[in-house]
């Protein structure tokens, strides 16, 4: 046990030499990108850009682009490369990403990867991007998507089958009713793996062709899955 912990500290000190670069999160909906890149902002305070999050921001929000969104996001379906390729050249553009950043959910198509290749190959400075792939069987995903909760006021999240609160749909923490993702649903789940499965699989392969790439298995516990992606960023950058 001893041992183990010690294995896992030294992985991340080790870790905090290297300079972390553009990094993709890739793997199916719900393997936990956004988990472990939350891990990854702790390690190295660069920023997640999570395209999901802003589109749920531009949604929430009522915006243009939130407009045209919202219908394709609550069917599982896939918003237009073009309007996604525009969201992310406007984040990279913030001076937070100069040191690296981690991208949860995009590139989601091979003509978004593409365009990302050359967005990020037109800079002389940057470093190539590096991937790691979190793997996770169907039903696993299924029972971890479907029983999602987050608490509306503190975010805290919840799973009613793998993590569930002391009393059914209320927050440990504060009492507040849980909330479901309104694309959380199995048929939206269903969806979304179709779509993950023709648009999303090639991406995986196209990174593994490129060679900088990793698999994870995603089904332990986030703690070993985080000393997993860590472990493999350092390699990919060593
Ligand atoms: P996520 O939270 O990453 O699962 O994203 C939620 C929804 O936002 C997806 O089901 C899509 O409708 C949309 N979305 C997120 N990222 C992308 C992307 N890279 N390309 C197209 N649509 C996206």
Known sequence: M??????????????????????????????????????LVAKWGIPQISTGDLLRYHRDHGTALGIQAKQLMDQGKLVSDDVVNQMVAARLKQPDTQVGY?????????????????????DPKALPVIAV?????????LRRITGRRTCAACGTIYNIYLQPPR????CDLDG???????????????????TYESQTAPVVEHYRALGRFEEVNGEQPVDAVAAAVIAAVARLRS
């Not at 009393?167 to 209320?170: F, I, N, S």
């Not at 507040?176 to 179709?194: A, G, H, Q």
Request: no cysteine.
């Open 167 to 170: 009393v059914d749909e209320k």
């Open 176 to 194: 507040t009713p849980l909330v479901r993702r309104s694309d959380d649903t199995e048929e939206v789940f269903r969806e979304r793996m179709r």
């Open 133 to 141: 792939s979190i793997q996770v069987s169907y039903n696993q995903l």
């Open 102 to 122: 981690i991208l949860d959910g995009y590139p989601r198509t091979l003509p978004q990867a593409a365009w990302l290749d050359q967005h990020i190959g037109a």
């Open 2 to 39: 001893a041992v183990a912990a010690a294995d896992v500290q030294g992985e991340k000190r080790q870790s905090l030499n290297v300079t972390p670069g553009p990094i993709l999160l890739l793997g199916a909906p719900g393997v936990g990108k956004g988990t472990q890149a939350k891990e």
